[in-house]
């Protein structure tokens, strides 16, 4: 069975045989002590200079049409300079990678789709984790090597989930079997309409990565590695199938539909990850900031 049982991160244990039971998460900003570290803001509400665009037919940093803004303190995502969407899948990278993380991120979907945009693509976006390098990508790739926490919104009526597991150009394992199907569905509730949504990620390298929505672990998986399909087209050098992914870059996704950020925060892991006494005290700490 895919899907593990939910348990509240306030109960969180990391155990030492690679079992991990988490839920909730906080979205705070204030840091904790200097022994343990603090949030890092990856979006400073500001401006994007922390941050790289590419977008499929488009240069490296060609940030065609304006896509990517930043508005009010938000990190919007736009379609008002496009004739038609045209496939034209975009992603923004934050220029650090990372490894062993905690990342927060809250969202919301507003407005029309992109006139042009595939039906399927309707308010949806996603957080993707361990990218390739973006310099790296294909003037036409569509989508980056990664591991993406799918954001979709409901459209008034439907059930529709959110912080789904996506796979373009990877694969990983549930239950210790390889999983190769392109997405599988998370266990949320449906969003509808124009709310924020906070989605948290726990990413323990190649080892372990968490969907958390609402105090809830929504999706377990393990071992991500390169390989499979949706990822078009590609260089053979960088997509070596079978690669296993324990670090990367952290994008956000355009897809065709209008989408505000107001937060996306990291809290780095990477001194830990040979710890797992200290990773587990640092969880229970951050899960304990209401």
């Not at 934050?94 to 595939?118: C, D």
């Not at 998986?221 to 199938?241: E, F, L, M, Q, R």
Request: net charge negative.
């Amino acid at each position: 069975m895919i899907h593990q049982s939910h348990s509240l991160f306030k109960s969180a244990l990391i155990l030492l045989s690679f079992s991990l039971f988490v839920g909730c998460t906080t979205s705070t900003s204030e840091s904790v002590s200097e022994e343990k570290g603090e949030w890092i803001q990856l979006f400073n509400g500001r401006d994007l200079e922390d941050w790289t665009i590419k977008i499929a037919k488009h240069d490296l940093n060609e940030n065609f049409a304006n896509t990517f803004r930043v508005e009010d303190s938000l990190m919007k995502v736009r379609y008002d300079g496009y004739e038609a969407f045209d496939q034209q899948y975009g992603h923004i990278y934050f220029n650090t990678p990372f490894s062993y993380y905690l990342l927060n991120v809250e969202y919301r979907f507003v407005g029309e789709q992109a006139t042009g945009g595939e039906g399927w693509a309707l308010r949806n976006s996603g957080a993707m984790l361990h990218c390739q390098d973006p310099k790296t990508i294909l003037k036409d790739q569509d989508f980056p090597i990664s591991i993406e926490g799918q954001f979709l919104g409901g459209d008034g009526t439907n059930e529709r989930t959110t912080s789904n597991l996506c796979t373009p150009g990877t694969n990983v394992e549930f239950d210790g079997e390889l999983f190769t199907p392109h997405c599988v569905n998370s266990t949320s509730k449906t969003y509808h309409g124009e709310q924020w949504v906070k989605a948290q990620f726990l990413v323990l390298g190649d080892s372990l990565v968490y969907h958390i929505l609402e105090g809830d672990t929504v999706v377990k998986y393990s071992k991500p590695t390169i390989g499979g399909g949706n990822v078009n087209p590609s260089d053979p050098a960088v997509k070596i199938d079978g690669t296993p992914l324990s670090s990367g870059f952290i994008a956000l996704q355009s897809e065709s539909h209008p989408i505000d950020f107001r937060k996306v925060e990291l809290f780095d892991l990477e001194s830990h990850k040979g710890n797992k006494e200290k990773l587990k005290e640092i969880i229970a700490h951050l899960a304990g900031k209401e």
